[in-house]
């Protein structure tokens, strides 16, 4: 398609919005119906025109982007399989190693709590010998009390890499879909469209309000 042709084209489709606006801001007398039928003829017109000047450099583009984008994905494909296989073994890594770690603070916790409880009881000991007049006992059960040290429970750090790093994604799956609340459920726009299209608007869905647009149509064969 040689450039003039393209600009003659353009030119042609870059008039009609002025072109349409002089007919008025409405329809009032058949006159004027007749030349807004007219003006939307000559649209579909050059609509065709314009589809097939740009149709075959489309699939032309299309057909030299899809066997590009297959080369890409056959050099991309060895790369995204090492890749996975990588980032499963990191993952499986970095989940055992936060085990680790919470493993160790259950433990830090658990030592911390049976410390108490034993400070607990050596202090009911020292009471109960301070009540029965053994005053240096007593004294002597509260100071190991004081003395205990907190208990000691390595918690491993969290490791650290180079340009890599975890974090705890979630995601879901549906076991029931009948006990999931409603505010969670999305209507299903694709087929009520489809219903209400189908009995032509006459069914009564709850909810739904039928809308009734008048859609302009060419006929093919109008402007052939």
Same mark, same amino acid.
Do not use: H
């Given at each position: ?53 740009? !149709? ?53 916790? !658990? ?27 007593? !004294? ?80 093919? !064969?109008?402007?052939?």
């Amino acid at each position: 398609m040689m450039n003039q042709e393209l600009q003659q084209l353009e030119k042609r489709a870059g008039d009609l919005p002025a072109q349409v606006r002089s007919l008025g801001p409405k329809i009032q007398d058949q006159a004027t119906l007749e030349r807004v039928n007219k003006a939307k003829l000559y649209i579909r017109e050059l609509r065709n025109e314009v589809r097939k000047v740009f !149709e075959p450099m489309k699939k032309k583009a299309y057909a030299a982007y899809k066997e590009i984008l297959n080369q890409y994905k056959k050099v991309e494909a060895p790369i995204i399989e090492a890749e996975k296989y990588c980032d499963r073994l990191l993952a499986e890594w970095f989940a055992e190693q936060r085990r680790i770690r919470e493993e160790a603070e259950r433990k830090r916790l !658990e030592a911390i709590r049976k410390q108490k409880e034993e400070e607990e009881r050596k202090l009911r000991e020292a009471l109960e010998a301070e009540n029965a007049g053994k005053k240096e006992e007593a !004294e002597k059960i509260i100071n190991q009390v004081i003395e205990t040290k907190p208990p000691e429970v390595k918690n491993p750090e969290k490791p650290k890499l180079k340009g890599v790093y975890s974090r705890i994604d979630y995601d879901f799956e549906i076991v029931d879909v009948t006990k999931i609340p409603r505010e969670y459920m999305i209507p299903d726009e694709t087929l009520i469209r489809k219903v209400i299209r189908a009995s032509k608007g006459k069914v009564v869905i709850p909810g739904i309000k039928v809308i009734a647009k008048e859609i302009v149509v060419t006929r093919t !064969e109008a402007y052939r």
